[in-house]
């Protein structure tokens, strides 16, 4: 059993900057992928964005590669969504999750993570 809690949103005006975390307790936090989704309000869960177990490698949705980065510390068992230029349309709720380790390859999809966090309000003001 893995729990994740979201922190970190809130209210920004466009251009702005926040950090989400996403702090891990249970199994071995390194042996879980970690993703970020969201929702933006009346649309379906979308991919963000995703770190593997050992930090060695991020992928991106095209909507936020160069303006949003993912990071972890396995020590801490905590994982990062650093956005940097936000839009209006990054307003959603943000959800961190975890895979388990051997499906790396399912990343993009929602259905396959594990384990999911209560999500946190993201709003961009114009």
């Known amino acids: 059993q893995v729990q994740l809690v979201e922190t970190g949103g809130g209210l920004v005006q466009a251009g702005g900057s926040l950090r989400l975390s996403c702090a891990a307790s249970g199994r071995t936090f390194s042996a879980w992928h970690m993703g970020w989704f969201r929702q933006p309000p009346g649309k379906e869960r979308e991919f963000v964005g995703a770190i593997w177990g050992n930090g060695g490698s991020t992928n991106y949705a095209d909507s936020v590669k160069g303006r949003f980065a993912i990071s972890r510390d396995n020590a801490e068992s905590t994982a990062y969504l650093h956005m940097n230029s936000l839009k209006p349309e990054d307003t959603a709720v943000y959800y961190c999750?975890?895979?388990?380790?051997?499906?790396?390859?399912?990343?993009?999809?929602?259905?396959?993570?594990?384990?999911w966090g209560q999500g946190t309000q993201v709003t961009v003001s114009s």
């Open positions: 999750a975890a895979l388990r380790w051997n499906k790396y390859d399912q990343h993009m999809r929602p259905g396959s993570y594990d384990y």
